[in-house]
């Protein structure tokens, strides 16, 4: 494994909890960011939204505000998507913001108004590029089924499309002040690499038909370039080039247990979707409810992640009514509740979380953190706390839950269903207004 040096993930894994938005031309259309590969759509027909983009009501401020009033303490914004469109005045391409009727650099408005707020700011470059005349054909780009596919590569060449990204890069980490994420994706080395052979299975004449891995993105140059330009910056493990990333990042699935490499934890986010795609999608009806998105950050800190939780914004420019509902009820929840998300992680082995609860811990405040799932009825035994339980309160309004010590022997009655070593709480009867109720015990 190669070594490309680290950023500075101390912040990363205290913070926890992210905004990603993906916003392109693709809100136009409003059916997925992956819609020129899924419709096989021409540079051709996909100009009609680039002539035609101007987002009227857009606000970066709102979209900060929203950010912020969630609880979400960084933020990766899509500089550039799959479609290869790009939202700040690049030197590099027509193919940018500033020549669409909407003619502003909304990426440096983005990044002025999160980091007003307080924010980090991360920004997602795209390797994968459906419009650049260099980048070939293969497998996921929309002109993968024109009669004249073989043909389309002749005279297009990846290290010219890798000596581009460099310069883009050095552009974004050069003219936007400190950036403290660079999110980079993906890589697909499919029938490389000695991965597997499956487009060009039976055809091996047929090498451009596979995917791309790190040799096409000449990542060592890429991620050596990063490194230089922003020492602390945090890198995404997506370039396919081992011991360049700082996180591990799971997608659209909640890992069940604290991730390793090599046997070791290592810093992940999971990146997750309210909905199921990334960008704006009008049409899309598998939004999660709140309570689901709750569980889900609880379930990442549990498990010693982060969570970046996407929206894409309209083409208009505004984040829609569904997304807003749950960042507010991302905000209610983390108004009372942060406590047991910033600085936390799993709690440690000897403590066994109970059924229906998730635990986090604050190794620095020696806090320990039940997340009730599932509200229980009275009591809740705690497998291995008796005598470590300094006092226990709801995080909520600091009301006190009183702790039953089965060595104290106070009620026999419930001491019979409170093993020994464990520790009864007492809850109250009714569940209180919280969507997760959570449990605060100060260790000893
Ligand atoms: C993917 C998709 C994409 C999205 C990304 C975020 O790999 O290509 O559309 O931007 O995941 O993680």
Redesign the pocket.
């Known amino acids: 494994m190669g070594n490309y040096g680290h950023g500075d993930t101390s912040w990363f894994v205290h913070d926890r909890f992210g905004m990603f938005i993906?916003w392109g031309l693709y809100s136009m259309p409003a059916r997925h960011?992956?819609i020129r590969n899924y419709e096989c759509i021409t540079n051709e027909d996909y100009q009609i939204y680039f002539d035609l983009f101007n987002p009227d009501l857009f606000d970066p401020k709102a979209w900060a505000k929203a950010a912020k009033d969630a609880g979400m303490r960084y933020f990766v914004i899509?500089t550039k998507?799959?479609e290869g469109f790009c939202l700040w005045d690049t030197k590099y391409t027509d193919y940018k913001i500033t020549n669409t009727p909407f003619g502003r650099d909304a990426l440096r408005e983005i990044v002025d108004a999160f980091r007003a707020e307080g924010i980090h700011v991360g920004l997602?470059y795209s390797l994968i590029d459906w419009h650049h005349p260099d980048f070939t054909v293969d497998p996921n780009h929309p002109l993968r089924n024109l009669p004249n596919r073989d043909e389309l590569n002749e005279g297009r060449d990846m290290k010219r499309y890798a000596q581009y990204m460099r310069d883009q890069v050095t552009e974004l980490l050069t003219n936007y002040g400190k950036i403290d994420v660079m999110w980079f994706?993906?890589s697909y080395p499919v029938g490389r690499n000695g991965h597997d052979e499956v487009w060009s299975k039976g055809h091996p004449e047929r090498r451009s038909w596979d995917g791309k891995c790190g040799d096409d993105w000449e990542a060592e140059k890429l991620i050596k370039l990063v490194r230089s330009l922003q020492p602390d910056i945090v890198v995404d493990n997506r370039l396919d080039l081992p011991g360049s990333g700082d996180i591990v990042?799971p997608?659209q699935y909640t890992p069940d247990a604290q991730v390793t490499v090599d046997g070791k934890p290592v810093a992940w986010e999971g990146?997750q979707t309210f909905s199921g795609s990334?960008g704006y999608y009008r049409d899309e009806l598998c939004w999660k409810d709140s309570k689901q998105c709750i569980d889900m950050l609880i379930n990442h800190v549990s498990r010693g992640g982060n969570l970046i939780m996407n929206v894409g914004p309209t083409g208009r420019g505004f984040i829609d009514e569904r997304a807003m509902e749950r960042l507010a009820a991302y905000g209610k929840w983390m108004k009372y509740n942060n406590k047991s998300i910033y600085g936390c992680g799993p709690a440690p082995a000897e403590f066994p979380a109970p059924v229906d609860t998730r635990y986090t811990y604050n190794p620095e405040t020696k806090r320990l953190y039940v997340h009730l799932m599932n509200w229980p009825f009275k009591h809740i035994t705690l497998p291995n706390l008796a005598g470590k339980v300094k006092y226990a309160q709801f995080l909520h309004d600091g009301s006190q839950v009183l702790v039953r010590d089965n060595s104290k022997n106070v009620n026999a009655a419930l001491n019979a269903s409170c093993p020994e070593g464990a520790v009864a709480l007492e809850l109250p009867v009714q569940k209180p207004n919280q969507e997760v109720p959570v449990i605060e015990l100060f260790l000893n």
């Open positions: 993906h960011e992956w899509t998507h799959h997602y994706d993906f990042t997608e990146c990334w």
